[in-house]
């Protein structure tokens, strides 16, 4: 299983950017989409996460701003739509999928690679 993590680059403040992340290789079902993100010295944080099909959790400083979701056409692709982007969004981005191979009955994470976002004026 592959996760590759894109649409990162830089913004003005103020404006919007869409991560995407599309998961590939033998992939029998995910339980969980999520994205993190970790700035320059600080640990990494959950930024969303959502049930596939389900609800979605946000952090306490993205809530109203950003917004998970899936592609309902393109199977295991999911997004995160940044809007009203402040310098304290800069960072890297990383997706997450709680995900179940054929053949396995439980559910691991697989992470991508990582998308910088920058936001600056």
């Known amino acids: 299983v592959q996760l590759q993590a894109s649409g990162g680059g830089w913004v003005q403040t103020g404006g919007s950017l869409r991560l995407s992340c599309a998961a590939s290789g033998g992939i029998a079902s995910i339980k969980v989409m999520a994205w993190y993100r970790q700035a320059p010295g600080k640990q990494r944080e959950l930024v969303a996460s959502k049930i596939w099909g389900g609800s979605a959790t946000y952090g306490d400083s993205v809530k109203g701003r950003f917004t998970i979701s899936r592609d309902n056409a393109a199977k295991n692709t999911w997004y995160l739509q940044m809007n009203s982007l402040k310098s304290e969004d800069t960072a890297v981005y990383y997706c997450?999928?709680?995900?179940?191979?054929?053949?396995?009955?439980?559910?691991?994470?697989?992470w991508g690679q990582g998308t910088q976002v920058t936001v600056s004026s």
């Open positions: 997450k999928g709680d995900i179940r191979v054929p053949g396995i009955y439980t559910w691991k994470d697989y």
